[in-house]
């Protein structure tokens, strides 16, 4: 069995966010961590690859610097990463990001591609739904749980209050909610086995049934008009009422006029 995740480095949104001038995130500039669905995600694939010995390859797309999260997927357990990256990919939307990766990914075997939902610098929930539709595959998304059986895998997926049982032949698309599982942490040994293996890179050229006209900025239809970090709120009204009766009507009043009741 051989599984693809896809994963990707985003912001620490704890440490704030940049923009450049064009609107897009000034990812060199960031602090960075694995998007928690992927680690998710990840993890579902260790979890497989530890009940049936699969290989489990690690696959993101960004900066050089993205070689980071590869070597902690590594350290985690995968088997192998590769990152793709090149200037003429950066300030992808989703879907010259979706057919960026799709290119890569008709480079390699595989039985089953796992993504995150969504990421937490862009929460689309798009990419992992696009990849499999530009390879034509099966997709189950907003994974819970994960089950293999014979050439098929049976996925619980979240479903607002409840939850479906769905079931799909391999090969297929998953994406997992952070929920899934809780992640295993790195060890010592992972990590030096980690950099010792070698991470392959690939660029444009490496990129199969993909046209110029689909990826990066100039090939993503979704334009941003406008961004900005955390939004400040006032300082808002302040009022002592005499009594808690006077407190209640007062807020009663607030609710009716903000057509909340």
Not at 24 to 45: F, Q
Not at 80 to 85: A, E, M, Q
Not at 175 to 185: D, G, I, K
Request: contains cysteine; glycine residues 8%.
């Amino acid at each position: 069995m051989k599984i693809v995740v896809c994963i990707k480095q985003v912001p620490d949104t704890k440490g704030g966010v940049q923009f450049n001038p064009d609107g897009t995130l000034n990812r060199a500039a960031m602090l960075t961590i694995m998007n928690p669905d992927d680690k998710a995600g990840l993890e579902a694939a260790l979890r497989l690859k530890d009940e049936f010995g699969a290989e489990v390859t690690a696959l993101t797309m960004g900066l050089p610097k993205a070689e980071e999260v590869l070597r902690e997927a590594m350290a985690m357990g995968a088997d192998n990463g590769i990152l793709v990256t090149d200037r003429v990919l950066g300030g992808a939307d989703t879907w010259a990001t979706s057919t960026t990766i799709a290119g890569a990914l008709r480079n390699i075997d595989y039985d089953i591609i796992i993504t995150g939902r969504q990421a937490i610098d862009g929460d689309t929930a798009q990419v992992g739904p696009q990849i499999a539709e530009h390879l034509g595959l099966p997709v189950i998304s907003y994974a819970e749980d994960i089950k293999v059986e014979g050439d098929s895998v049976i996925v619980k997926r979240q479903f607002d209050d409840r939850y479906h049982m769905l079931k799909a032949k391999m090969p297929c698309a998953i994406t997992a909610l952070s929920e899934l599982n809780e992640p295993r942490y790195m060890t010592p040994g992972g990590i030096f086995d980690a950099y010792k293996k070698e991470i392959t890179v690939w660029g444009r050229a490496d990129l199969k049934d993909v046209d110029d006209s689909n990826i990066g900025l100039n090939g993503s239809p979704t334009k941003i008009a406008k961004a900005s970090d955390k939004v400040r709120k006032g300082a808002g009204e302040t009022v002592t009422p005499d009594s808690p009766k006077e407190a209640a009507e007062y807020i009663l009043n607030k609710l009716v006029e903000k057509h909340i009741i």
